[in-house]
């Protein structure tokens, strides 16, 4: 995923790796900023390289995954009372 730029005097085959690469890194981004809601698309959406958004979403992710779990686990406590 993603891709890394070139260093001095690259080849002609290098150049058009480079290109096909970041196509597909645009395409891919582009359908993921169609597919999310409002509240990812806002984090998302200044953001120029799939790694970047994928980094956003991950971490926007674990961090509501240690919520629900803080949530559920006081619940338990509540419940036990």
Known sequence: M???E????PTFSQKA??????????????YIQQNVDSHHFEKISKVTRLKETCDI???????GDKVKLQSLRRNYELMLM
């Open 6 to 9: 070139l260093g001095v005097n």
């Open 17 to 30: 790796t480079l290109r096909d690469l970041k196509k597909k890194d645009c395409k891919t981004l582009f």
């Open 2 to 4: 993603g891709y890394e």
């Open 57 to 63: 979403l991950e971490k926007y992710h674990d961090r």
